[in-house]
């Protein structure tokens, strides 16, 4: 199992820019590939972004594509994910989650261990 740690969240007004961070422990950090999720109010939880073990390959969920980059640090055990020109409707709960496999071949499920989210409002 992977203890995840999210941090990074906070308010922020419409065109504004957020990184969020996700911090690793538990178990060797380059077995898993990392996916972002994120919940609104009401709404079901959603794919954002994934990136592979290595870091060679990313997948961003459509809207967010042109505005967002995952990243990761594997000497330091963390994700990022940069989030820019945010837009309101991009207010939601925001988890990192880790799945334990060999290809990258299904970034949007699989996931075992998830982190406890962090919280992005996005508001004038």
């Known amino acids: 199992q992977v203890q995840l740690v999210e941090s990074g969240g906070g308010l922020v007004q419409p065109g504004g820019s957020l990184r969020l961070s996700c911090v690793a422990s538990g178990r060797i950090f380059t077995n898993f590939h990392i996916g972002w999720f994120r919940q609104a109010p009401g709404k079901e939880r959603e794919f954002v972004a994934a990136?592979?073990?290595?870091?060679?390959?990313?997948k961003y969920e459509d809207s967010v594509k042109d505005r967002f980059t995952i990243s990761r640090d594997n000497a330091k055990n963390t994700v990022h994910l940069e989030m820019r020109s945010l837009k309101v409707e991009d207010t939601a709960v925001y988890y990192c989650?880790?799945?334990?496999?060999?290809?990258?071949?299904?970034?949007?499920?699989?996931?075992?261990?998830w982190g406890q989210g962090t919280q992005v409002t996005v508001s004038s």
């Open positions: 989650a880790a799945k334990f496999a060999i290809a990258f071949d299904a970034p949007r499920s699989g996931y075992d261990d």
């Open positions: 990136i592979s073990r290595g870091g060679g390959s990313r």
